[in-house]
Every structure is written in C-alpha cells, then in structure tokens.
C-alpha cells in the first residue's frame, strides 16, 4: 500500500469512527447494536464491531457495551463543534504546532486531528493523516499521558491535587517533595518542548509552575478550590514562556546593526520596547518574570548582543560565553 492508499485508508477509517459515533450519540441512553449501526451507515456487522472494539481499547473512547448494546457514555464528549473551514484551519494549525515540539506519542493529540480532519478537503486531509503517521513513530510515554489526563480533570472540576515532584534537574540530589496544588493552567512551552502546569502551591502559598514530565505521581482529591485570581493572566504576560512566579524584572539589550532588524521585526514580549541608534544598532527592553528563560534567547544571538541590564544577568551571560569560549581553544 502506498502512501495516498494509506492516507485514504486512514480518512475513511476516521469519517466512519465519526459516523459510528455519531449514531451512538443520537441513540443516547439505549444504544444500540452493532447489526443497527451497520444497516445504519452501510457497514458490515464485523467492521463495525471491530470498530468498537478500537474505539474503545485503543483510542479510549468513553463507550458502555452491556448484553450486546453499545453506547457512548454519558458527558463523555464535549459538545460537538461546528467550525468553517478557516476555524477548522486555525484549530488543526495550533495542535500541528504541538505535534512539531512533542517529543513522544499522544493518542489524544491523534485522536484530536481525526476529528478535524473529517469534513476537510481532501489535500488538507491528507496533510493530517501525513501529520498522525510522523506522530505515530514516536515513543507512547503512559505515565506522562495518565498525568495529563488527571491533570487536565482536576483541572475541568477546580479539585486540589495531591503530587510528588522531583526538583533534581536544578537540585541533584534533593529528594522529592510532596505538595497540594490548586490546578490553575496547563501550558505547553516551544522552548522546553514539554508540558508544565501552573498553579496555587499551598505549602508555598504562591503560585508555582511544575514540569509534569518531573511529576512522579498525581492524586486528585475530593477538595474544590475556587476559582483562580484574575491576575494570573496578567502574572503570565510577564512570563518569558512558562515561568511566571518569579520577581519582575527589567531587562536591557543592545542588539548590533546586523541583527536590529531582524530583532525588531518581531513582538519577542508583550512589555518589550525598543529605541533605534544612529549606527543602525537597537536598543531592546522588557519587564519579564525573572530571567532564568530569556537568557537562553539571548545567547541565541552570541556576540550581536550585549546585556546592559540587570548587572547580575550581564555577569551571568559573560561568563556562559567566557566557559563556552574555552571549550574552542
């Protein structure tokens, strides 16, 4: 089978999942039977069953089967979205995003393009089924994903969870620590190509970002929290990326004339301003949330840049550049 065949394969698989399931919905609390699904939507007995069967089992699907009737379970799904082909573009554009900086397989990320997937033109479809075939090559990380999903339901119910979390990256040898977590946001970050969550630490009493790949074990308790404060929106706008819980700071770059236009022809930061020179250089502000992400970016630019501020980032990113020096000589 070549690769149209298996694209085509693959979209017709998805659009009779989604009429399968559509039928299961309509029929609600009854279900029904796979011999009334095939007559349905023109299958045979046995390729609906078996689509059952994945549906269930390897796509996870919220699906009851009780004495030969199948349904879907109730609240199972959210509310099927109606998109127009620009929505449905912008929608499969965001989780191509994601799909570029996972580092392994995610069966909801693939189940996600499926469902956009169906409706659309055959050659943005086919751009998808190309998409869920690079992503399928990737290692399946369970606990990872099983986090996520707790994560992502603690979330949705505003429920305190209960983790272990190793802070050993940044302190080798500390063991980890338990804390109870008021689940604000999830947030995936380009930089790190991981998923962190955000939220009220009670035994800090702030708010604090954890890496979820570092979070050893995750229970959700039946506490509720409230709703979060209105600032953490605003806390994130200071943010670099995902770290917001650290002291603002303002930052001040000068960038060389062979890269001023390049740097100001992008918003790197909501806060950011920027003064132009005589000599064509430029000089770059911003007030973000401590600088333990922006320095990465600034030594992306090597020597075009220099730190004029604060004097402790200036102290920090000239010898990074002094030791990486070294490692040439």
Do not use: C
């Not at 979205?81 to 570029?100: D, G, Q, Y």
């Amino acid at each position: 089978m070549d690769v149209r065949e298996r694209a085509n394969a693959k979209r017709d698989r998805a659009g009779r999942y989604y009429r399968e399931l559509r039928f299961l919905e309509e029929r609600g609390e009854q279900g029904a039977r796979p011999e009334e699904i095939a007559t349905a939507i023109g299958m045979s007995r046995r390729t609906v069953y078996r689509d059952l069967q994945s549906l269930q089992g390897e796509m996870e699907v919220p699906l009851w089967s009780d004495e030969g009737r199948w349904g879907v379970t109730e609240k199972g799904f959210l509310p099927p979205l109606k998109l127009t082909l620009a929505e449905a573009m912008a929608v499969f554009l965001s989780a191509r995003l994601m799909a570029r900086f996972a580092d392994e397989y995610d069966p909801d990320l693939a189940g996600a393009f499926q469902k956009v997937a169906v409706g659309l033109p055959p050659v943005l479809a086919e751009h998808v089924a190309r998409t869920l075939e690079v992503m399928a090559r990737r290692p399946l990380d369970e606990r990872l994903r099983g986090h996520v999903r707790l994560l992502t339901q603690a979330w949705a119910d505003r429920r305190v969870v209960r983790l272990s979390y190793d802070p050993a990256a940044y302190d080798p040898g500390r063991p980890p620590r338990e804390a109870r977590v008021h689940p604000y946001l999830i947030e995936p970050s380009s930089t790190t190509h991981a998923l962190y969550l955000i939220g009220f630490d009670e035994a800090r009493g702030a708010i604090r970002t954890f890496k979820i790949e570092r979070i050893l074990s995750v229970d959700v308790t039946p506490q509720i929290f409230e709703a979060p404060p209105d600032v953490i929106e605003d806390a994130f706008a200071r943010a670099w990326d995902i770290i917001a819980d650290q002291p603002e700071t303002e930052v001040v770059l000068h960038f060389a004339p062979s890269v001023a236009s390049r740097v100001a022809e992008a918003t790197w930061h909501p806060s950011q301003e920027l003064e132009r020179q005589p000599d064509g250089s430029l000089i770059w502000r911003a007030s973000v949330a401590g600088t333990i992400e922006i320095r990465f970016w600034i030594l992306s630019w090597g020597p075009d840049v220099e730190v004029l501020e604060p004097a402790d980032l200036r102290t920090e990113i000239a010898q990074r550049l002094r030791t990486a020096a070294d490692l040439y000589r």
